[in-house]
């Protein structure tokens, strides 16, 4: 027991036990309060696709999007999501609709999700690998962009009662549409707005739909980006699916700091030991794996030797290899899909603290978005 508290039982042994300090003044004031001040700033007023219009506006020419041969810039994948933009906006789409996605990863994916984002909309994905079943589960929106994988995972029937967006056209109806900006305030929209919606697993019952507004995205975005991923114009690895919610840090933290996702080809998607190995080559500093892949690489010693910060999440690891590169920080990301993926906490290196990270009131880098 503390040395005060034990003069306070000698001086009154007969006070009531709930009425002795357990902890000092000073003890009391750190738990208590100094513990607690988490206030931070950060654009809690702007919309996360306004994070990604200001990189556009920085520096439309610098590659946005890598997909096989195809390099997109920040430049044409705005203007490309803003024409569906302007063509969902005149099909009715408003603050809180959502708005289904089933398609296969590609570039064209993420012109998509910004694009119902710059409409005012909330994205909800569907993974087209999953099965049917599991995605009829959780269709709810009435308005669907679906490809030919889309249209295909999710079958005849359940199309027969949705509004879908046809993304297979030669010449989509959007093609001439204007590629500016829409006007968030024109629309309605703020940072208390949905920004997305994605199912829990149902591991322990149904699945359960989590609305994840921008502020709370934005706040993710900002603290992943001060404590992660200071320098812009870096290299990000998109591997997770994109129903998963890790899949909107991945990309809203490169599409935010002015950075370049790389998405894996698709044969290599469908392929764990391929997915590895092409993500072993690619430049990167810090990266995301679900835990059996990021368990595979490092018993397999797929780490590139360049990566300073290896991100697992969505279940423990079993065990730690022997022996990790000397450079690498091993974090525990893991957190509840309604907690808007994860929260910004210290994080965890070889089950030891890590003392280099902390939250970004903490240790602010540099003002997020510059």
Not at 135 to 140: D, G, T, W, Y
Request: with cysteine; charged share 20%; proline share 8%.
């Amino acid at each position: 027991m503390h040395l005060l508290n034990s003069l306070a039982v000698v001086a009154d042994a007969e006070q009531p036990v709930g009425r002795i300090e357990v902890l000092s003044v000073a003890e009391r004031t750190y738990l208590l309060e100094d513990l607690n001040r988490t206030a931070v700033t950060y654009p809690e007023q702007q919309c996360i696709h306004e994070l990604f219009e200001a990189q556009v506006r920085q520096a439309p020419d610098v590659v946005a999007e890598v997909y096989q041969d195809q390099r997109v810039s920040y430049g044409e994948l705005n203007a490309r999501a803003n024409q569906l933009a302007h063509h969902l906006i005149a099909l009715g789409v408003s603050p809180d609709e959502q708005v289904a996605i089933c398609v296969a990863r590609s570039v064209a994916m993420v012109v998509r999700l910004l694009a119902i984002l710059n409409a005012g909309g909330a994205y909800h994905p569907l993974d087209p690998a999953y099965p049917s079943a599991r995605l009829h589960q959780v269709l709810a929106p009435h308005l669907l962009l679906a490809d030919a994988a889309g249209r295909s995972a999710l079958g005849g029937e359940a199309l027969r009662d949705l509004t879908v967006v046809d993304l297979a056209a030669a010449t989509p109806e959007w093609a001439n549409l204007p590629a500016s900006d829409p006007d968030p305030r024109a629309l309605g929209l703020t940072s208390r707005h949905l920004a997305y919606v994605i199912y829990t697993s149902g591991s322990t019952g149904s699945p359960k739909g989590v609305m994840v507004e921008h502020r709370g995205l934005v706040n993710l975005i900002a603290w992943h980006v001060q404590a992660l991923c200071p320098q812009p114009e870096s290299c990000c690895a998109l591997t997770a699916g994109p129903a998963f919610d890790a899949s909107t840090w991945e990309l809203w933290s490169a599409l935010c700091n002015r950075s370049t996702s790389l998405l894996p080809p698709r044969a290599a998607a469908a392929d764990s030991l391929r997915l590895l190995q092409w993500w072993r080559d690619q430049s990167l500093a810090v990266s995301f794996l679900i835990t059996p892949l990021a368990t595979l690489a490092l018993e397999d010693k797929l780490i590139n030797s360049r990566l300073e910060y290896l991100l697992v999440g969505g279940d423990r690891l079993p065990r730690l290899p022997a022996s990790l590169p000397a450079a690498l920080k091993l974090i525990n990301n893991y957190g509840p899909t309604e907690g808007t993926v994860h929260p910004p906490v210290r994080n965890r290196t070889a089950d030891r603290l890590n003392d280099s990270l902390s939250p970004p009131h903490a240790n602010p880098r540099r003002k997020f978005g510059q």
